[in-house]
Nanobody
């Protein structure tokens, strides 16, 4: 059974870079086509898709966050890392990593496995 676990600092100062890691276990890499996603949830915006990466090539980002977002895949540790630069108070949210399959694997409604989420607070 696939499991995803988010990790990283819970506090980030404004203008700094938010960095979170998602560690994946129980997934058979090399079979099927999957997207590995980041999403976030806050009272003001609800659930918002941030971006995704495919181990076989390609990374994709929300248009509203693309200029500040990067996602990288570390095959040696079965994990992927989110970096969000120049954060503001509006970036405070609970961040989730999730798996999606097939051509729709980057759509929030198509994600079939989620981490429990980790709260990140942007504050000075």
């Amino acid at each position: 059974q696939v499991q995803l676990q988010e990790s990283g600092p819970g506090l980030v100062q404004p203008s700094q870079t938010l960095s979170l890691t998602c560690t994946v276990s129980g997934h058979s890499f090399g079979t099927g086509q999957y997207y590995w996603n980041w999403a976030r949830q806050s009272p003001g915006k609800g659930l918002e898709w941030v971006g995704a990466i495919r181990p076989d090539g390609g990374d994709y980002y929300s248009p509203s966050l693309k200029s500040r977002t990067s996602i990288s895949w570390d095959a040696s540790q079965n994990q992927f890392v989110l970096q969000l630069t120049s954060v503001t108070l509006d970036d405070t949210a609970k961040y989730y990593c999730a798996r999606g399959a097939g051509a729709k694997g980057w759509y929030v409604g198509a994600l079939d496995a989620w981490g429990q989420g980790t709260l990140v607070t942007v504050s000075s």
